[in-house]
T-cell receptor, first 110, second 114 residues
Framework: EDQVTQSPEALRLQEGESSSLNCSYTVSGLRGLFWYRQDPGKGPEFLFT???AGEEKEKERLKATLTKKESFLHITAPKPEDSATYLCAVQGFSYDKVIFGPGTSLSVIP | DVKVTQSSRYLVKRTGEKVFLECVQD?????MFWYRQDPGLGLRLIYFSYDVKMKEKGDIPEGYSVSREKKERFSLILESASTNQTSMYLC?????????????FGPGTRLTVL
């Protein structure tokens, strides 16, 4: 069964303390892996799409990487405004919908 | 600025009531989606639509129906609301094609069924 897990469930960082969020997936043929950011009381906001192992994408302090089994969202020198829930999602070739993981709640303390 | 809007941010209904959640997008997108989001469970797909008058069941369609009479509007209907349908409901849209790529989400409707 295709599924997505994320770890840790919650992460608390000091401002400037770099870290990584993990997204592990099981899918029969990956069409795409997506990262979204969700602020409290709002809908998710798209960050990145990764298509194949070895691919990397960057946006400001965020860098997403992809292997055949997992993706990492690296956060370099985070700021309080990076506090949010980060969602990972995958789409496989065998179906035409996206499966979301439960998310990682990130808090960056000044 | 592209936008997906949902008719209500907060809604309180009674058990057994028929509930309509409306979603409108201004990006001329073919694909539209309804999800519910619950703590620890993530986003779960209820229904999606590729085009006007088209609809496909997602992972949890029981107790829900949808309507897409116009390209820009996708409605979610709870035929007889129950307390286990208390949740955050999120609508999304995306450009055409089987590879959905980026989905644009609305702000969500927090529905409470008493």
């Amino acid at each position: 069964e295709d599924q997505v897990t994320q770890s840790p469930e919650a992460l608390r960082l000091q401002e400037g303390e770099s870290s990584s969020l993990n997204c592990s997936y099981t899918v029969s043929g990956l069409r795409g892996l997506f990262w979204y950011r969700q602020d409290p009381g709002k809908g998710p906001e798209f960050l990145f799409t990764l298509y194949s192992a070895g691919e990397e994408k960057e946006k400001e302090r965020l860098k997403a990487t992809l292997t055949k089994k997992e993706s990492f969202l690296h956060i370099t020198a985070p700021k309080p405004e990076d506090s949010a829930t980060y969602l990972c999602a995958v789409q496989g070739f065998s179906y035409d919908k996206v499966i979301f993981g439960p998310g990682t709640s990130l808090s960056v303390i000044p | 600025d592209v936008k997906v809007t949902q008719s209500s941010r907060y809604l309180v209904k009674r058990t057994g009531e028929k509930v309509f959640l409306e979603c409108v997008q201004d990006m001329d997108h073919e694909n539209m989606f309804w999800y519910r989001q619950d703590p620890g469970l993530g986003l779960r797909l209820i229904y999606f639509s590729y085009d006007v008058k088209m609809k496909e069941k997602g992972d949890i369609p029981e107790g829900y129906s949808v309507s897409r009479e116009k390209k820009e509007r996708f409605s979610l209907i709870l035929e007889s609301a129950s307390t286990n349908q208390t949740s955050m409901y999120l609508c999304a849209s995306s450009p055409p094609g089987i590879s959905y790529n980026e989905q644009f989400f609305g702000p969500g409707t927090r529905l409470t069924v008493l």
